[in-house]
């Protein structure tokens, strides 16, 4: 069986937004996408994925995945499985001009670490993180060696916070006017997160929103899926 290009191109598209945010796993399933950061920080679940042409898929070492797919990425190509449209993939064949056959063994779901198909988490308020505070959170995590950034927002202001082992403390404020929208007022919270995951996602999300949920998930889209960061214990 070949895969069709739409699906072959989400597939890709999919793997290197996976590998962007740090995740090295994906599972692929009529009507989800899904793949969960190894620390359970990170989660991309995609359930407007498009009609797949098989069952289901699992990728379980998305750089390998990715590496042999550069050796044909410039070539006219052909995607092939071993399987028919009922069955799950086992196998991917790539195959171009000059290059007869590369293969990537596929993961059976059912031998993967379970992955949440959605969140049920309410959203509570959004803002937008510009260019000039990622810079600065950037610079600050550097500066103080913070292994968190607290989101700290009081009466609609939003700041970031990040501390050293010092407890010497630096905040930017990041947005003003943020309301809970469960309730009209002014949004309050106080949560904070793995700082090198925050900026590894938010960075790439300069100017779009940021939605934060009832039980603390920030939630963001980056290549059209949805992307959640969870809060630290």
Do not use: W
């Not at 938010?202 to 940021?210: L, N």
Request: glycine letters at 4%; proline letters at 3%.
């Amino acid at each position: 069986m070949k895969l069709s290009k739409a699906n072959f191109t989400y597939i890709i598209n999919a793997c290197n937004l996976a590998k962007t945010v740090g995740i090295n796993s994906i599972i692929f399933e009529q009507g989800s996408a899904r793949a969960l950061h190894d620390d359970s920080t990170v989660l991309i679940t995609d359930k407007e994925c498009p009609e797949f042409d098989f069952s289901s898929m699992g990728i379980s070492d998305i750089a390998k995945f990715l590496q042999r797919y550069s050796l044909v990425a410039d070539a006219t190509r052909e995607i092939a499985t071993d399987e028919d449209a009922s069955s799950a993939i086992t196998k991917i064949t790539f195959s171009a001009p000059k290059v007869p056959k590369i293969e990537f063994r596929c993961s059976s779901i059912s031998t993967m670490p379970r992955v949440p198909k959605s969140i049920n988490d309410t959203v509570k308020c959004s803002f937008v993180l510009d260019a000039q505070c990622m810079e600065f959170a950037h610079k600050a995590q550097a500066a103080y060696s913070s292994e968190y950034v607290t989101l700290l927002c009081t009466a609609g202001e939003l700041k970031l916070e990040f501390s050293d082992t010092n407890k010497d403390v630096i905040q930017y404020v990041a947005a003003e006017g943020i309301e809970d929208e469960t309730t009209g007022k002014p949004a309050t919270f106080s949560k904070r997160y793995p700082a090198k995951t925050f900026l590894s996602v938010f960075k790439r999300t300069v100017g779009e929103k940021i939605s934060y949920g009832a039980k603390h998930s920030l939630r963001t889209t980056m290549m059209n899926m949805p992307v959640y960061v969870f809060a630290s214990i």
